[in-house]
């Protein structure tokens, strides 16, 4: 893993962005995989400016989403589908048919074929270059809770009460929230080719320890990002201060040959 330490979320998304938007000009049909939440918002920022100004292109882009909750419309404010109209799909010249979230509004017994279905596509789409991530306090991602089998796929979960008191803030009360949602599996997420992980914030400072130096566990579904050959760990001060060997994440970075860093432009850029 390498553990990227910025002074503040500011800093540390325009960095991410810069890194998806490298991915974007590289592949211009690159394939996304994208995360909702508060933690990835100022990186679609910096992503729209970066359309806006400097013209980066996403009309070849596919994009697929890490989940979505069961039974909200796409019309749904609360729902994952309207989060990505709103931040980024409605601000740059992204083909709508290419975008893809997880089917959460088909009827009940509908729900194993949409699953089976969104892993076909990505399959489809040639796989995802790079996959955005967030992560929860209790150390899940996408929607993968602790527990969640280290090898599954696309599929209807049942949320804690910890993640949907924690997502309660989107809705208008407690009851609202929904019990369950479809999520992209931890084994889907694993094939994505690089992973791109953002934390903010104190209150993930206990998951991002436990998942960069923790054993690796469903119990901490992030964990078995250990396991993955190409993961960023992007996070500000606060995330990262309960990390032992801080220190050392620190060094490493500052001593990379500058041809191995991503996280500044290669001269003549
Ligand atoms: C939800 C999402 C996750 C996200 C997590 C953290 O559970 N399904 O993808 O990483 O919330 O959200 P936030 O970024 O708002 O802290």
Redesign the pocket.
Known sequence: MEILVYPDARTASASAAGRMADVVRQKPCAVLGL??????LTLYHHLVAMHRTGGLDFSGVTTFN??EYVGLAPEHPASYRYFMEENLFSLVNIDRSRTHIPRGDCPGDGVPAACEAYEREIREAGGIDIQL????GDG????NEPSSSLASRTRIKTLTEH?RQ??ARFFSSMDEVPRHVV?MGIGTILEAREILLLAFGEG?ADAVARMVEGPVTANVPASILQMHPVVKVVIDEAAASKLERLAYYKAVHQHKPVWQRWDIPPMGS
């Open positions: 995360a909702t939440g508060s933690t990835p890490l989940d991530l967030g992560i929860g899940h991602i996408g929607f993640t924690a997502n999520t993930k």
